[in-house]
């Protein structure tokens, strides 16, 4: 299994400023993705980033406000950008190695407080 | 995405009982599955997967029945521990690898 790390692990931030969450896994690995976890509440899948080429992005999420990096096998970052309270939540990286019908494994979560 | 849900949002079961959580799924070609458990301030954890072209699969003290059929997932734990006292995911694979996730059931043991 894969082990994730995510930086920073909470945070509060000002309402119009941008927060970048860095996903570190400690081995290649192909499929690395973003999810949003309101409190309370299941998760949901906010991009697939992929290496060498721009992320793919779910309906009702945009790169705009989202922007995510993958520069290499064992990295990626999502920047939320020009928060606002609605922001708040919880974001997870995921990682797997790839291919149909392979486990993906979480990082932590990062919790964001937006005021 | 998929619509994933779960019949229960809570569970409450006595210690050494054993413990049924069910979750249904909308999308027929979806051909893996797999539940995550997740405590409080951690991310969810890998528990027991299966593929679609099984109908069950065994773990330590858990076990999970697939069908097709009726597009319905299901994770029995045997003899709850106070321990087992999470949030239960269950998940859909679909074709890109993305997973998409039920909205989960809380599992409070009483010891």
């Known amino acids: 299994s894969a082990v994730i790390s995510q930086k920073p692990s909470r945070d509060i931030c000002q309402r119009g400023t941008s927060l970048t969450i860095q996903c570190q896994v400690d081995?290649?690995?192909?499929?690395m993705f973003w999810y949003r976890q309101q409190p309370g509440q299941s998760l949901t899948l906010i991009a697939t980033?992929?290496?060498?080429?721009?992320?793919?992005?779910e309906s009702g999420f945009v790169i705009d406000k989202f922007p995510i990096s993958r520069p290499n096998l064992t990295f990626s970052t999502l920047t939320v950008s020009n928060m606002s309270p609605e922001d708040s939540s919880i974001y997870l990286c995921?990682?797997?190695?790839?291919?149909?019908?392979?486990?993906?494994?979480f990082g932590p979560g990062t919790r964001l407080l937006v005021l | 995405g998929e619509s994933v849900g779960l019949h229960l949002p809570t569970l409450s079961v006595q210690e050494g009982d054993n413990s049924i959580i069910n979750c249904a799924y909308s999308?027929?070609?979806?051909?893996?599955f797999i539940w995550y458990k997740q405590e409080s301030g951690k991310g969810p954890q890998f528990i027991i997967d299966?593929?679609?072209?099984?109908d069950k699969r065994q773990g330590q003290r858990v076990t999970v029945l697939l069908n097709k059929t009726v597009k319905h997932l299901s994770l029995q734990i045997a003899a709850t521990q106070p321990g087992d006292s999470a949030v239960y995911f269950c998940?859909?694979?679909?074709?890109?690898?993305?997973?998409?996730f039920g909205t989960g059931t809380s599992l409070t043991v009483i010891p």
């Open positions: 081995s290649q690995v192909t499929m």
């Open positions: 995921s990682a797997g190695p790839g291919g149909t019908e392979e486990t993906q494994y």
């Open positions: 980033a992929n290496q060498g080429s721009e992320a793919t992005y």
């Open positions: 299966i593929r679609s072209n099984m």
């Open positions: 999308n027929s070609a979806s051909d893996y």
């Open positions: 998940a859909e694979n679909t074709v890109g690898n993305q997973f998409y």
